[in-house]
Nanobody
Framework: VQLQAFGGGLVQAGGSLRLSCAAS????????MGWFRQAEGKEREFVAA???????YYSDSVKGRFTISRDNAKGTVYLEMNSLKPEDTAVYYC???????????????????WGQGTLVTVSS
């Protein structure tokens, strides 16, 4: 599975962005996928995930503002980000694996495949 993430950019606080992650290769009608982010000087953190066994998951910091969705026909997962805050500034990575258990969606080690990352900068 190859992943390509895009859609990042510079946006003012309160604005919106939509990230996309296209999966290609051996996807079996769509792997389980997640988004993580890493701000400068900080550890990578979970943002959201969408899995076939359990639906959608969000970190507390983005719940109610971000929405993850997928288009299986296109092999693409989206992260709609609204009401962006300066603390959302980070490199966002999409990740995937064929099956991810609902118990471990929060952990980067649960995903075998990773995209290259796309930078989101939110100005105050």
């Amino acid at each position: 599975v190859q992943l390509q993430a895009f859609g990042g950019g510079l946006v003012q606080a309160g604005g919106s962005l939509r990230l996309s992650c296209a999966a290609s290769g051996r996807t079996f009608s769509g792997p389980d996928m997640g988004w993580f982010r890493q701000a400068e000087g900080k550890e990578r953190e979970f943002v959201a995930a969408i899995i076939r066994l359990g639906g959608t998951y969000y970190s507390d910091s983005v719940k109610g503002r971000f929405t993850i969705s997928r288009d299986n026909a296109k092999g693409t997962v989206y992260l709609e980000m609204n009401s962006l805050k300066p603390e959302d500034t980070a490199v966002y990575y999409c990740a995937a694996d064929l099956v991810v258990s609902p118990r471990v969606v929060w952990f980067g080690t649960s995903y075998k495949y990773w995209g290259q990352g796309t930078l989101v900068t939110v100005s105050s």
